[in-house]
């Protein structure tokens, strides 16, 4: 499997980091002999950032993969742990095309409101007011008087009140 995310460190802190990966990376499962590589870069001396692991099992790996992924090593690096198929499966070997296009956008295409006969083209909202036993129905505009639409005597023993979404009324 494939660590990913690690500090970059110079080469007189790589064992110690090692050390720490190493007693985290075993809590999941055991380590093969020699199953723990950090690469260091030849130029800068310091570690690249990711380590390759192998464990005694296949077992073992997932299990790390499930525990150990996206846990906080510190403040500003966390553990990305993949199995080295997804890396592959996943890589730049010839599936990733590295030139840039453009993705096609069509033009805009106005739809249907599926519920454009709930909305009010003169911007009014809509209430009920069960008071004794009328029922009433209005229209609500800033600034103006309610509009009545229906006033019902009788139209409920116990109460009205218009779905969430107000596209029905109900009535007991």
């Known amino acids: 499997m494939v660590l990913d995310g690690l ?3 110079p ?3 790589k064992d110690k980091l090692a050390k720490y990966i190493q007693k985290k990376l075993a809590t999941a499962g055991t380590i093969k ?10 130029e800068t001396g310091k570690t690249e950032g990711y380590a390759f692991v192998e464990y005694q099992t296949a077992e073992q790996a997932l299990n790390a993969v499930k525990t150990i992924h996206g846990t906080p090593i510190d403040k500003r690096h966390t553990y990305n742990v993949n199995k080295l198929a997804d890396i592959e499966k996943y890589g730049r070997e010839g599936r990733v095309n590295e030139e840039y296009n ?6 805009y295409k106005e739809k249907e409101h599926l519920r454009s006969w709930l909305g009010d083209y003169e911007g009014r909202d809509q209430f ?3 008071a004794g036993d009328n029922v009433g129905i209005y229209w609500n505009q800033r600034n103006e008087e309610p509009e009545n639409i229906v006033d019902r005597a009788h139209w409920t023993e116990s109460f009205v009140q218009f779905s969430p979404i ?3 009324m109900a009535s007991m």
Not at 33 to 42: I, K, L, Y
Not at 102 to 107: N, Q, T
Request: charged fraction near 25%; avoid cysteine.
């Open 7 to 9: 500090p970059v460190v």
């Open 11 to 13: 080469d007189e802190s």
């Open 33 to 42: 002999d020699d199953g723990f590589f950090m690469p260091t870069n030849a």
């Open 102 to 107: 453009a993705p096609e956008i069509e033009d």
């Open 128 to 130: 009920v007011m069960f």
């Open 166 to 168: 107000g596209s029905y």
